[in-house]
């Protein structure tokens, strides 16, 4: 049962990114809250979320958000696997760099889906809302990765507290 | 793609409709919140408002018997009149490349692929699709947005078109278009799919010499839309005069 409290914090992150908060901006600088879960799992539990389940999780976001299927899909499955490949070096970090590392990856990602969209359309998308969109995600990572923090020591046989 | 796009939207719009509830509430809190704050400027711009809509008050009055008398002269056959359908937004595309929203009512509430859909304030976008008691608005600041549109006063047509920034753009505008910065911009119902003059926003120009439409609603506050019927027959909207 202690299992599945991840999915379904992971299921309300997928919410989140959708929900229509109705503030001032919201569309427009509202976070990936689904790619702080990918790329914290990634690193701290990543047999919680292999390939399969961060690809339908995409899915479910490109589907719920109306994008075009496999726009988010595939960033998260990327993420996930450039991640994993780094665990090693990322876990043995403290708090700071991971948090580093989290700035550079929903950096590249925000230029990735924004180049996308820019084949997509054949036209140079508005650069704003992607800026924005990075700087809150950075921002919202802290609180996140929190909850994150709080749910892992939930879970049986944790290996390793995520930071000391 | 769509059909099981509509199905999803279905199946989580309970869900997700839950989870934008407190944040609209808070949302609608805080607007509250800081009406309080400025409500003496807020008291002193109604009481100049009322003063100058009751003038015009008085000329709508006179305008409407004069209207009145002429359109009996004329035998004019006028625009159905709309009906609507309020919806709740349940959710947004939570994406800057995407801009659309989706509404808690569907087929079963009348509502269409195509329609129109307004906030208090004006045009918000349309229904690219459409589930049972689900529906989703493509925003009009969204890149594949087209809405064709016309200048108030020169009656210059023209394609509003989303760049997913706030302001979407005016295209296909003749270069010796005369356009004034601050004219209304309403559909022109072209195509059939909006009734006419449904309001949309104000024309500004902006570097480069195009023109961008600051449009009257506010779509990220939205929390309440009301979807547009569509008109009965479009080719019969320009009036009749019966034999």
């Not at chain 1, 427009?28 to 790329?39: E, G, N, T």
């Amino acid at each position: 049962m202690r299992l599945c409290i991840p999915h379904f914090l992971t299921l309300a992150f997928v919410l989140l990114n959708v929900a229509a908060m109705s503030l001032p901006f919201s569309q427009m600088m509202k976070p990936d809250f689904v790619l702080v879960a990918v790329f914290y799992w990634a690193i701290f539990r990543p047999t919680l979320m292999p390939p399969v389940v961060t690809f339908g999780l995409g899915i479910l976001v490109d589907v719920l958000a109306g994008v075009p299927a496999g726009f988010h899909a595939l960033t998260y499955v990327t993420v996930h696997w450039i991640i994993r490949g780094q665990r090693r070096f990322l876990m043995g970090q403290p708090y700071l760099t991971v948090w580093l590392g989290y700035v550079f990856v929903c950096a590249a990602v925000s230029l990735l889906q924004w180049g996308v969209m820019a084949v997509l359309h054949l036209e140079i998308p508005a650069v704003l809302p992607m800026v924005l969109k990075t700087f809150t995600g950075i921002f919202v990572f802290p609180p996140l990765v929190l909850v994150l923090l709080l749910v892992h020591r939930l879970l049986p046989e944790t290996k390793k507290a995520a930071f000391p | 793609m769509e059909p099981a796009r509509v199905q999803a939207a279905q199946m989580f719009a309970p869900v997700m409709g839950s989870v934008s509830r407190p944040f609209q509430e808070i949302a609608a809190v805080a607007e509250d919140v800081a009406g309080v704050t400025n409500l003496r400027t807020e008291v002193a711009m109604l009481k100049q408002e009322n003063a100058r809509l009751r003038e015009w008050y008085q000329a709508a009055m006179m305008l409407e018997a004069e209207n009145k008398s002429l359109q009996e002269l004329l035998n004019i056959r006028l625009d159905p009149r709309h009906s609507f359908v309020t919806a709740r937004v349940v959710a947004d595309s939570g994406n800057a490349y995407v801009h659309s929203l989706l509404v808690a009512a569907g087929i079963q509430d009348g509502i269409e692929k195509g329609q129109a859909v307004l906030s208090g304030d004006g045009l918000v976008g349309r229904i690219v699709e459409a589930g049972d008691d689900v529906a989703r608005v493509l925003l009009l600041t969204d890149f594949n947005s087209r809405i064709p549109v016309m200048i108030e006063g020169s009656r210059q047509k023209a394609i509003l078109t989303g760049t997913n920034d706030e302001l979407p753009v005016l295209k296909y505008l003749p270069p010796d278009a005369n356009v004034a910065d601050g004219a209304r911009v309403v559909t022109s119902g072209h195509g059939g799919l909006f009734p006419p003059g449904l309001p949309v926003g104000t024309v500004e120009q902006i570097e480069g010499g195009e023109y961008v439409v600051k449009v009257f609603a506010n779509m990220d506050r939205v929390i309440y839309v009301r979807v547009v019927d569509r008109p009965v027959n479009p080719n019969l909207q320009s009036g009749i005069v019966r034999q």
